[in-house]
């Protein structure tokens, strides 16, 4: 559970850094900070993780969770654009995160 979490807050990171470029005075650095608090929690959150599970599948999960939160919150939030190869590839990327974890 820790470890979802933790990518979440990747997801949550990487979304402030796209709205990062968007933005200017006040509101940049209010979404510096979200950056700066998502990226603290998610490294902590996964480096309790790793405690106990194995770094090769943790970091790959990790990374699996952030890769398709930022896919949907871009599409959702910062106009992505949405095709039928970023759906297979996000599926593909799904597969192997749940592949991963199950062998774990």
Known sequence: MI???AGLFESAF???LGKMKEAAGVELYL????FLVSLTLS???LAKAVHTLPIGTAYPVW???GAVG????GIAFLHEPVSAAR????T???GSVVGLKMVA
């Open 87 to 90: 759906i297979v590839f996000i």
């Open 3 to 5: 470890l979802i979490v």
């Open 43 to 45: 490294m902590v959150l």
């Open 31 to 34: 979404w510096g900070a979200g």
């Open 92 to 94: 593909t990327l799904i």
């Open 14 to 16: 990487a979304f402030c």
């Open 70 to 73: 930022t896919v949907v919150l």
């Open 63 to 65: 990374t699996g969770i």
